[in-house]
Structure formats: structure tokens, C-alpha cells
T-cell receptor, first 114, second 110 residues
Framework: NAGVTQTPKFQVLKTGQSMTLQCAQD?????MYWYRQDPGMGLRLIYY???????DKGEVPNGYNVSRLNKREFSLRLESAAPSQTSVYFC?????????????FGDGTRLSIL | GQQVMQIPQYQHVQEGEDFTTYCNSS?????IQWYKQRPGGHPVFLIQ?????EVKKQKRLTFQFGEAKKNSSLHITATQTTDVGTYFC??????????FGTGTRLTVIP
């Protein structure tokens, strides 16, 4: 059981470039989440998906889009990367009930925007 | 703005000493979760508290949820080097908002 798998682990982009962060879980979880973690800021919720086919904004959604491709996969897209989006991005999943169950996190994607 | 405040930001203790981190919210929380993140790692779920005044224990770790459901604490008795990491609380506000505290980074000196 891999749990939550994120790709890539590291990425460097130039300002204005686009990219998609991939996330997949094999725990048959309904809910999936994308967070960013910045020094001294803790984790902040970008978007979440309560179930396949639905997505909702979290605390800091501006500059991002998401797609819940199927129950397993939840991707995060940066259309035009900005230096302020340099961060560590974590994907997480949980069982039934948004934010009512333990969240299982992937290993993160370390993204630098130059 | 930050919905859940966590203190202290850093804590250095000698091995064997106790450690406590506190979370405070200006609004009532539906539940609160605690996570531990080792350096370079990802957050790992420790526990969830739901009821007002709830206290839960996991070996040397004691978790409390305040009577008003606006604050919580994590206490570690007799710290060990394996306790090193950053401890985060995450408070659920309303139906669909979860706010992580800024974390407390614990260093244990052997």
C-alpha cells in the first residue's frame, strides 16, 4: 500500500510557466485536499474535493485550479506560476466526511518559482 | 487571517523534561486534530478531539480540548529524542474549513 503518492517531488519553474502537480491515493478515500506549507505559516488549504466530481475552494485558492479526475486522483494546476507560489505542496486524503477524519499526507512536492 | 494560533513557536527541552504546546481559536471549533511532522517529512495524524472538555492519552502524550471548544493542548511527559519534530494542531471551523496552527518545533537535547 503506497498511501498517497505525489509527483514530482521537486520542480523548478520560471515565472509565467505552467505546471500540474499530481496526486493519487489507494485507500479508497472520498475526500482529497491540497495544501501549501510555507515557513512560519503552517499548512494552508488551497482546494479540496469532498467526493469524485466535486471541488471547493479552501483558504488560499487564488492562482490555482484543481481537477478530481476520478476517486483516486486529484491534481493541482498552476496556470502562470509566480514567485509567491514557491512552497512545499502537500496532497492529503481522508475517509467519509470532509475534514472529519484523519488526513493521510503524501511526501510533498517542493516547488521553486524563479 | 490566521484562525488558529499556536504557541510556542519553538521549544528546546532536555531529554526527560516535559513539553506542552497550546492552540487557541477565536471561534468555536467543530473538532481539532493534532499532527506531527518530522524534519523533511510530511504531517502524520496523531489524534482527533471532538467533545467539549475531552481528554485523550497516547502513552506519554496527553491531548485536551477546552470546555468552550476554542482551545486545545498537547502535553508530552518525559520527552525522548524520538519526540523531535513539529507539532501542529488543525481546527475545523464550520462545515468545510480546516485551519492549521503555525506549529511548535520541538528540539530534544540528549
Amino acid at each position: 500500500n503506497a498511501g498517497v503518492t505525489q509527483t514530482p517531488k521537486f520542480q523548478v519553474l520560471k515565472t509565467g510557466q505552467s505546471m500540474t502537480l499530481q496526486c493519487a491515493q489507494d485507500m479508497n478515500h472520498n475526500s482529497m485536499y491540497w495544501y501549501r506549507q510555507d515557513p512560519g505559516m503552517g499548512l494552508r488549504l488551497i482546494y479540496y474535493s469532498a467526493s469524485e466530481g466535486t471541488t471547493d475552494k479552501g483558504e488560499v485558492p487564488n492562482g490555482y485550479n484543481v481537477s478530481r479526475l476520478n476517486k483516486r486522483e486529484f491534481s493541482l494546476r498552476l496556470e502562470s506560476a509566480a514567485p509567491s507560489q514557491t512552497s512545499v505542496y502537500f496532497c492529503a486524503s481522508s475517509g467519509q466526511g470532509v475534514l472529519n477524519q484523519p488526513q493521510h499526507f503524501g511526501d510533498g512536492t517542493r516547488l521553486s518559482i524563479l | 487571517g490566521q484562525q488558529v494560533m499556536q504557541i510556542p513557536q519553538y521549544q528546546h527541552v532536555q531529554e526527560g523534561e516535559d513539553f506542552t504546546t497550546y492552540c487557541n481559536s477565536s471561534t468555536t471549533l467543530s473538532n481539532i486534530q493534532w499532527y506531527k511532522q518530522r524534519p523533511g517529512g510530511h504531517p502524520v495524524f496523531l489524534i482527533q478531539l471532538v467533545k467539549s472538555g475531552e481528554v485523550k492519552k497516547q502513552k506519554r502524550l496527553t491531548f485536551q480540548f477546552g470546555e468552550a471548544k476554542k482551545n486545545s493542548s498537547l502535553h508530552i511527559t518525559a520527552t525522548q529524542t524520538t519526540d523531535v519534530g513539529t507539532y501542529f494542531c488543525a481546527g475545523k471551523v464550520g462545515a468545510n474549513n480546516l485551519f492549521f496552527g503555525t506549529g511548535t518545533r520541538l528540539t530534544v537535547i540528549p
